[in-house]
């Protein structure tokens, strides 16, 4: 059975951009051993849907309940921006639902007093038992459910980007093939999103945009559907990463017989 062991006086630095590939080069890295092989993020399959997804789908349809807005990995200072814009989407379209679903657990109720001090209509996931939802909130006080959630949307806003938080991975709703919305301070995941505007495939929104931002890509059912499909098509010419880079270090393998492999 080969065993392998690394080639001796061999060095290799795997990138995931060609600005990061120029970065090391400029501190020293030999150009030679440098190479760029992409975002490693991009290869992470969706997960399975868990079972609540399915009742949900099958809820909202037979509620008539449309649009569905997913915000997930919503942080502190966000709730309230979303809301507003929901409250002014609900006015043209009273049957729409919001499915909220914030970041960090501690805060789950904390979200839900903010949904009773401005009377909107909501229900906790982890108590719906598979009422009907129509006109309000599904407040996700669950964990593990979000990337699967994003495929019941019409829209999808990725959190902590509205506030100076740096943002949060866009790729879940891209899986899905569904038109995203971000805020402005993506920091965190800059050169994913910069990809995804190249292409016309993310949407970058002030707090003040927001709202009309909502109602415009409702209206617009060609317009919408097409900025999903970018989204998706920008995600499947990323793929590859993960072979790129187990090729890259291949290379870097010498196999030799466990004989000759020297015991500790």
């Known amino acids: 059975m080969p065993e392998f062991r690394t080639a001796p006086g061999r060095n290799l630095f795997v990138a995931q951009t060609d600005e990061d590939a120029r970065r090391l080069v400029a501190?020293?890295?030999?150009?030679?051993?440098?190479?760029?092989?992409?975002?490693?993020?991009?290869?992470?399959?969706?997960?399975?849907?868990?079972?609540?997804?399915?009742?949900?789908?099958?809820?909202?349809?037979?509620?008539?309940?449309?649009?569905?807005?997913?915000?997930?990995?919503?942080?502190?200072?966000?709730?309230?921006?979303?809301?507003?814009?929901?409250?002014?989407?609900?006015?043209?379209?009273?049957?729409?639902?919001?499915?909220?679903?914030?970041?960090?657990?501690?805060?789950?109720?904390?979200?839900?007093?903010?949904?009773?001090?401005?009377?909107?209509?909501?229900?906790?996931?982890?108590?719906?038992?598979?009422?009907?939802?129509?006109?309000?909130?599904?407040?996700?006080?669950?964990?593990?459910?979000?990337?699967?959630?994003?495929?019941?949307?019409?829209?999808?806003?990725?959190?902590?980007?509205?506030?100076?938080?740096?943002?949060?991975?866009?790729?879940?709703?891209?899986?899905?093939?569904?038109?995203?919305?971000?805020g402005t301070h993506t920091e965190n995941f800059r050169d994913i999103v910069r990809l995804f505007q190249r292409n016309d495939a993310v949407r970058v929104v002030t707090p003040a945009e927001l709202p009309l931002l909502f109602l415009d890509l409702i209206s617009n059912d060609s317009a919408r559907k097409a900025l999903g499909q970018r989204a998706a098509q920008t995600l499947r010419s990323q793929n590859g990463a993960a072979q790129r880079t187990a090729d890259a270090l291949q290379g870097l393998l010498d196999p030799v017989s466990v004989s000759a492999v020297t015991p500790p």
């Not at 679903?101 to 001090?117: G, I, Y």
């Not at 309000?136 to 949307?153: F, H, K, M, N, P």
């Open 27 to 182: 501190i020293g890295a030999p150009a030679e051993r440098v190479s760029v092989s992409g975002n490693l993020k991009f290869d992470v399959p969706a997960p399975a849907a868990p079972a609540v997804v399915a009742s949900l789908q099958a809820v909202l349809r037979q509620s008539d309940a449309g649009p569905v807005l997913v915000c997930g990995s919503t942080v502190e200072g966000e709730e309230p921006l979303l809301l507003r814009a929901f409250e002014n989407v609900l006015a043209s379209h009273p049957r729409a639902v919001m499915i909220l679903a914030p970041r960090h657990p501690e805060r789950f109720s904390e979200v839900a007093r903010l949904l009773e001090q401005l009377g909107i209509r909501f229900w906790r996931r982890s108590l719906w038992s598979g009422d009907p939802i129509t006109g309000g909130v599904l407040l996700v006080d669950t964990i593990g459910e979000l990337a699967a959630l994003y495929s019941l949307a019409d829209i999808a806003f990725v959190g902590g980007s509205l506030v100076p938080r740096g943002g949060h991975n866009i790729i879940e709703p891209a899986q899905h093939g569904i038109p995203i919305v971000v």
